[in-house]
């Protein structure tokens, strides 16, 4: 599952860059911190830390349940983004308006809600 996660994860970041979309194009730029809540098959809070590099995002996530640290990476279209933790199968999708953003994440145990607002 973390192999096929990662390659999806790879074959998104890819097609992003590939994609030759700048950093502007209209979107709300998410670098930085943003705290934020989950529910669903788990639940907890988070914190992403990212960096943004064109269409590209690339960083950390600590999570409560289960507890840690792990990489991210993943891609932002317009308002849509869409990132995983490969360390712990998970997948998440959503859509950032300003300092909010919000959707639904899947793991092989199951899914849910979650929601985020930007602190720096």
Request: glycine share 20%; proline share 3%.
């Amino acid at each position: 599952m973390c192999v096929g996660l990662a390659v999806a994860l790879v074959a998104v970041c890819c097609a992003a860059a590939n994609a030759g979309i700048g950093a502007s194009g209209g979107r709300s730029r998410v670098a930085g911190t943003w705290s934020g809540r989950y529910g669903g098959a788990f639940s907890g809070r988070f914190t992403l830390r990212w960096t943004e590099t064109g269409t590209i995002l690339l960083g950390t996530i600590t999570l409560t349940n289960p507890p840690g640290k792990y990489a991210i990476g993943g891609s932002v279209h317009g308002s849509a983004i869409t990132f995983g933790a490969v360390a712990v199968g998970a997948t998440y999708t959503g859509s950032v308006s300003g300092t909010s953003m919000s959707g639904r994440y899947t793991t092989p145990a199951g899914g849910g809600p979650w929601s985020a607002r930007k602190t720096s």
